[in-house]
């Protein structure tokens, strides 16, 4: 009943053709921001971030030798990460067919990852100001602006950590009879939102597992993230699927409704 | 809304896909994503620790021979019979008994929130005493395990107050995947100190 504002819309006929196929890309979009991510992150020498226990000279040293591939990969993931966005409106549409009653965690879903891109883009934004200039920049604030950058990118958790647990919320509550995403993704969402905690432990540690380059901190919430970006991807596109699906019986078996 | 009905009729035809699996998975077979996420981050937390406990081993004894043991044992005492109440809950939850099962789930709330103030007792402690994370690796270590086990304890102790309401609400009819469910978390949970408790306290 409370859905019926959203199966309208998405049920009138001209508007569901263009609106799934809109849709669709911005599914797709999830995967094009991990497959420019990693490559730009490798080209501006910050795949793994740089270690915390070099010296200012060290890091100003690499600075000035790549500054250009800096420059280039800082460009890269900075529209990269601006799909973030993209993908996120594709979740918010699911959460919008699955919540009932007040559209409160739509809301959340749709701001959140407002947030989440403006931390996430800080990192790029930081490494690019330190390859303006590296050659007269004093070598310690290269230093400050690249800690400043590894921090963004790991410790800023916050947003995140709602974000991946409010889609916990909207998949477990959901209602819908199949359901729209299996349940144990939800599951998963929320033990994303549970492992995000890993990266707090950076702004303290400066080796070992614990750091910006350890195991714990960095390349297992990066593997969890992956694991969690092809499982959405995944199931969203089966869902789109299973729509496009009850889309075609339905303007079958009423002509009167596809006409409206 | 005479076309919503046929439209819902239409979404019926999904079925429910409930598994029929020859044996019980305890709550729901997706909410073991979780648990078993859960305890591998525990497991690779461990190793860290052993690993940087190879690093110095002798800073390693001598920082562990300032804990509390007694302190560490009480807090397993507390825990355990946590877990032995939400044991008896499920139980009474099985056997139709809610009022009962309410009553198990409350004391292990109880023994939730007496781990919670022994713990603030010793982390006080250690503070007055000028430890804190950034005393050495062991301490960095001992507060992160324990902070991390003790955040994990109150989202476990919300998760049995969500089951008290739901077991006090009649309208609610099948608790038990949901009763179970909470239950095998706060287990995890237990499980997690049984094995953290050895390994800061007393081995050397």
Known sequence: MSNAYVDDQTFAPGAFAGNTRALRWLIWSGMVCLAILGPAMLLARVLPLPAATLSAEQIAHRWVEHKNSIRLGCVLMMLGISLWATYCAAISYWIRRMEQGVPILTYLSLILPGTGTVLFLLAPFLWSVAAFRPETMSPDVILALNDAACLAFIWLVGPFIIQFALYGIAILQDKSAPNIFPRWVGYL???FSIECFCGLTTASVKSGPLSWTGV???WNVMAVFAIWLVTMTVTMLRALRSLEARQRTVSESEPVLALR | MPS?????????????????LGTHVPGEAGLWVLIFGEMLVFAMLFLTYVYYRDQEPELFRSSQRTLHQWNGAMLTVVLVTGSLLVVMAVQAAREGLRRSAQRKLLGAIVCGLAFSALKSLEYVD???HGTTPETNTFYMLYF????????HLILGMIALAVLYRMLGNSRHDQPLAFVEGGAAYWHMVDL????LFPLLYLVR
């Open chain 1, 189 to 191: 969402n929320i033990f």
């Open chain 1, 216 to 218: 714990i901190s960095f």
């Open chain 2, 4 to 20: 919503g009905n046929s439209r819902s009729g239409v979404v019926l035809e999904g079925g429910d896909g409930s598994p029929s």
């Open chain 2, 192 to 195: 997690v100190w049984v094995i």
């Open chain 2, 126 to 128: 250690k503070f007055q």
């Open chain 2, 144 to 151: 992160v395990l324990t902070g991390l086990h003790w955040f």
